[in-house]
């Protein structure tokens, strides 16, 4: 076994492996960027090497500053994760050329696989079943625009070099072709530094289903079942599931053993993923294989009980795998449900925060975290915006379905927009429930997910009102200058000559303003919000509401950031912040026809000049934060006055983009 490991990643994965090298006795180095230098990794690993700036490309991307990072620090082996180098077939050739195991498959077998075109001729060949589509060397637009054509519309657009959702693009029509081509082709040269594109026939409601692979290096191979990866966002999976819904012996034997035909084809060794496209017939198609561990692995390992990453060490030390395929056994169900610093009401956009509240659910043999940060921690415009993978395991899939809603809901984040109210809502919806999966189904159930129904502001209103009421008086207390405890400068309780104890508080919340008038009777408030009526009685300590309705009583977390609250309960969570007079809300157009950025980011290009004449809708330009694209649009017909920036300028969240004046015609 390898006494030094060094990881060629960030973030999760890092901690991941070093846990299960340090099981291992293996000793870890960590790399890192200037963006980086306190973040958990670094704190977890052995040694830890700085290898350059903030951006990806200047640090996690160079690979001559990794391998000399191993030979400082005498390492005998780079585990890359995924992402950033781990399918980096010239990167794995000169490991090898100068000593230092790569863990993973040789570059040849990455290579193969790398172009997306070369591994549908090589699937081909090996009688592996394919998505009709054009999988040609030719880029010329005009000839994809045809193949798209031929095809059938709808088609996708994938980068040859691609992975993880970037460079892809659906197109549902030839008028919406060219600019999803340049799009994409933007997106995968600026994420694998290579434009090629394919088109294939976009499949109507398949399921994205993938075969967890694994080969030594005496051509043993076995699969340790499947994942259903179906639900996801920008061609990014959200929910991950092992085993899938539905599966029967017949359908797994025979996706396996296509599987493995897939890795056989290229002389595979180490660890991989078979990803098809399943439809509701039974019919399934190769989409893609990737080589290296994927994002989703622990569900395999819940179901399982096995440690992928043990089995990628030993199997890199030339060793046999541990088990045959008829020794594989598979437990029960496991979820994965990635928790990520994004806008579910905004299109998924990736955002930036601090990390001030950051209070997980309790680990146990039911429940696992794989985190990449802690509470103070910073998520950086620079990287994947994941703040952890949330996995639970359980006897059946209600069962584990059960636990994944209860943890989901005991998860506390603050500072920074998350996806933990869409996860919930979604773990908790009827179709999912009821395993009705299929690539499209956030968009066919986004007024599900993503509408927040009247009767849920009915009953939170009032309780943010009071909390907040609580947390003012609570912080009048502490600052106030006097000690005596009946002074009257100690209550802050709307005290009026002759009138009822009233406050009025206006409460933004769901991206509306809200008026709540709270009147003080004795120990209980009437509370009027929404035009019903509540009384409550309760006190806040230690950040924990206690509350009571009618006799009802309860407690819930109150957290607070900078200004901003949220209120924990056990349906989901609120957030919300006062209101102040003469103050509004920030805008992606402000009153002077500014387009501002939603999000901090980089701007990619300009896709209008000034003095243009825009129609509603049209392009204006593409920002880049957090390896994704955001195309700025018109909201209405008018005339470009001013760019404030120019491609590759960095912006804050919220600055003025462009100046756009109504057309008077």
């Given at each position: ?268 060794r180490g660890a991989g993923t078979v990803e098809f496209l399943l ?70 956009l990736p955002v930036t925060g601090t990390l001030e509240v950051l ?307």
């Amino acid at each position: 076994m390898f006494k030094k490991i060094l990881i060629a990643n960030r973030g999760e994965i890092a901690c991941r492996i070093i846990k299960t090298a340090r099981r291992m006795g293996v000793s870890t180095v960590a790399v890192y960027s200037d963006a980086d230098r306190d973040a958990m990794h670094v704190k977890l690993a052995d040694e830890a090497i700085l290898i350059g700036a903030g951006p990806a490309r200047e640090s996690y991307l160079l690979g001559e500053k990794i391998l000399a990072a191993a030979k400082i620090t005498h390492a005998e082996a780079i585990h890359p994760g995924y992402g950033f180098l781990s399918e980096n077939a010239d990167f794995a050739a000169t490991c090898a050329d100068q000593g230092v195991v790569f863990i993973g498959p040789c570059a040849a077998a990455i290579a193969s696989m790398g172009s997306k075109s070369a591994a549908k001729r090589i699937m081909e060949q090996a009688g592996v079943p394919l998505v009709p589509g054009y999988h040609g060397d030719a880029q010329d637009p005009a000839q994809l625009k045809s193949a798209a054509q031929a095809i059938g519309y709808p088609v996708i657009l994938k980068a040859t070099a691609g992975g993880g959702g970037k460079g892809m693009r659906q197109v549902w029509s030839e008028d919406g072709f060219d600019e999803a081509l340049a799009a994409a082709k933007r997106e995968s040269l600026a994420s694998f530094s290579d434009d090629k594109m394919l088109v294939e026939k976009y499949l109507i409601r398949p399921r994205h289903v993938e075969f967890q692979i694994f080969f030594d290096h005496m051509g043993h191979g076995i699969h340790l079942a499947e994942r259903d990866c179906s639900v996801q966002r920008r061609h990014q999976k959200i929910i991950e599931e092992a085993p899938a819904p539905g599966m029967t012996d017949t359908l797994r034997q025979s996706m396996g053993e296509a599987a493995l035909t897939a890795a056989r084809a290229i002389d595979y060794r180490g660890a991989g993923t078979v990803e098809f496209l399943l439809q509701q017939d039974g019919s399934f198609y190769f989409m893609e294989m990737n080589t290296r561990l994927q994002v989703e692995h622990p569900v395999t390992e819940m179901i399982t009980g096995l440690d992928l990453v043990e089995w990628q060490l030993l199997v890199a030390c030339g060793e046999p795998l541990p088990l045959t395929q008829e020794a594989v056994q598979i437990r029960g169900h496991a979820f994965e449900a990635r928790v990520y610093a994004e806008d579910p009401d905004n299109d998924f956009l990736p955002v930036t925060g601090t990390l001030e509240v950051l209070l997980a659910p309790e680990e146990s043999r039911y429940i696992r975290l794989d985190a990449g940060v802690s509470q103070g921690d910073h998520i950086s415009m620079y990287y994947d915006p994941m703040i952890a993978k949330l996995i639970v395991w359980d006897e059946s899939r209600d069962r584990a379905l059960r636990r994944l809603g209860d943890a989901l809901s005991q998860y506390r984040i603050s500072g920074a927009v998350t996806n933990l109210d869409f996860l919930y809502k979604l773990s908790t919806c009827p179709p999912f429930e009821e395993a009705q999966l299929s690539t499209g189904f956030i968009d066919e159930h986004k007024n599900l997910l993503l509408y927040t129904h009247t009767r849920d502001l009915a009953r939170e209103l009032p309780l943010a009102a009071l909390s907040l009421l609580l947390h003012k008086r609570s912080l009048v207390r502490l600052t106030t200058s006097s000690l005596d405890p009946y002074s009257p400068w100690q209550d802050n309780n709307a005290w009026r000559l002759n009138e009822p104890h009233s406050h009025r508080i206006t409460l933004h919340c769901q991206q509306q303003d809200y008026t709540v008038e709270l009147e003080q009777r004795g120990e209980q408030y009437r509370v009027q919000a929404l035009g019903h009526e509540t009384l409550l009685a309760g006190t806040l300590e230690d950040g924990t509401l206690y509350f009571e309705s009618a006799g009802h009583r309860r407690r819930v977390t109150l957290a607070h950031a900078r200004g901003s609250f949220t209120l924990y309960l056990p349906e989901g969570a609120c957030h919300f912040h006062e209101v102040f007079a003469d103050t509004g809300e920030t805008k992606s157009t402000d009153a002077d026809g500014k387009l501002c950025a939603p999000m901090n980011g980089k701007i990619v290009t300009l896709l209008a000049q000034v003095g243009d004449q825009i129609e509603t809708g049209a392009a204006l330009l593409v920002m880049e934060a957090m390896k994704m694209e955001h195309t700025i649009r018109a909201p209405y017909r008018g005339i470009v006055q001013t760019f404030h920036y120019k491609s590759g300028d960095l912006v804050d969240g919220g600055a003025a983009l462009v100046d756009l004046a109504v057309s008077e015609e």
